[in-house]
């Protein structure tokens, strides 16, 4: 048999499932960095509360990236 054709844009279901559960590590990630920036802030460590300052930034752009990720594979979702 053969099967339907897929829309070039569509995301087999484990890729999807796959960014999402991305998207909650990389939250969860930049979450304890900045908890860990402020503690370090808190402990007079200006330095290092400034890199995992930084670090918490990067995963926040991954995070951005994800979500893009995500909604260019459900364009059926995306506003019109």
């Known amino acids: 048999k053969k099967q339907p054709a897929k829309s070039p844009r569509q995301t087999p279901p484990a890729t ?7 998207q909650v590590l990389k939250a969860e990630i930049a ?7 402020e503690q370090l802030a808190h402990c007079n460590n200006p ?11 990067i995963q926040h752009q991954h995070l951005q990236r994800l979500k893009s990720l ?8 995306l506003p019109s």
């Open 47 to 57: 330095e290092a509360a400034e890199s995992f300052r930084q670090l918490a930034d």
């Open 31 to 37: 979450d304890c960095y900045e908890e860990l920036a």
């Open 70 to 77: 995500e909604q260019e594979s459900h364009p059926e979702c």
């Open 16 to 22: 999807q499932s796959l960014l999402a559960g991305a």
